[in-house]
């Protein structure tokens, strides 16, 4: 059984450009949600994806999409990026309703 | 409003100690309380999940329990090994059944040998 995987591992980025972060569910998991985790902090709920479908979204401004795919693999993209961007990005995964939640890896992104 | 808090913030404890991680939440209408671990730079691995029916959970040196009356968990670790180190983080559901988890800002253990 194939856990949560992310790509890229990390990314260093400028001002104002763009990026998509991957992820590929665990197997048989067809929600998955993503977290942005600041140096020193929790996770922070950024949305959630279901049936190819936002389900949920935290607090966080239109520049950040996403997408979910019919295999449930999910993108996250980031419009516009600002310093304060600069975080781990955290892909979790977990069957419908969720339960157990199960983490990636994690991209790094760096924005200068 | 959901809100989860972790005390202490870091911890450091000699090997072989005996050791509790705190974790309270404001919401105790939750399903679930999950517990995991956080190498540096790494993702989260989870570690248990206690459901609300249930008052603890065990996997081999650790033991969750769960209090919702007084919107409390902790996280016991027994005889702590240099290999414990690294940060705990719980995580109680921030709306019943979306998945959306809200976490506290995590205890940094420190185990010296």
């Known amino acids: 059984e194939t856990g949560v995987t992310q790509s890229p591992t990390h990314l260093i980025k400028t001002r104002g450009q763009q990026v998509t972060l991957r992820c590929s569910s665990q197997?048989?998991?067809?929600?998955v949600s993503w977290y942005q985790q600041a140096l020193g902090q929790g996770p922070q709920f950024i949305f959630q994806?279901?049936?190819?479908?936002?389900?949920g979204r935290g607090n966080f401004p239109p520049r950040f999409s996403g997408l979910q795919f019919p295999n449930y693999s999910s993108e996250l993209n980031v419009n516009a990026l600002e310093l304060d961007d600069s975080a781990l990005y955290l892909c979790?995964?977990?069957?419908?309703?969720?339960?157990?939640?199960?983490f990636g890896p994690g991209t790094r992104l760096t924005v200068l | 409003k959901q809100e989860v808090t972790q005390i202490p913030a870091a911890l450091s404890v000699p090997e072989g100690e005996n050791l509790v991680l705190n974790c309270s939440f404001t919401?105790?209408?939750?399903?679930?309380l999950q517990w995991f671990r956080q190498d540096p730079g790494k993702g989260l691995t989870s570690l248990l999940l206690?459901?609300?029916?249930?008052r603890e959970q065990t996997s081999g040196r650790l033991n969750a329990s769960l209090d919702k009356s007084s919107g409390r968990s902790t996280l016991y670790i027994a005889a702590s090994q240099p290999g414990d180190s690294a940060t705990y983080l719980c995580?109680?559901?921030?709306?019943?059944?979306?998945?959306?988890?809200?976490f506290g800002q995590g205890t940094t253990l420190q185990v010296k040998p």
């Open positions: 979790a995964s977990s069957p419908w309703p969720p339960n157990e939640q199960f």
């Open positions: 197997s048989g998991h067809n929600t």
């Open positions: 994806y279901y049936r190819e479908e936002e389900n």
């Open positions: 919401d105790s209408a939750i399903y679930n």
């Open positions: 206690i459901q609300s029916s249930q």
């Open positions: 995580a109680a559901p921030g709306s019943s059944n979306t998945g959306k988890l809200i």
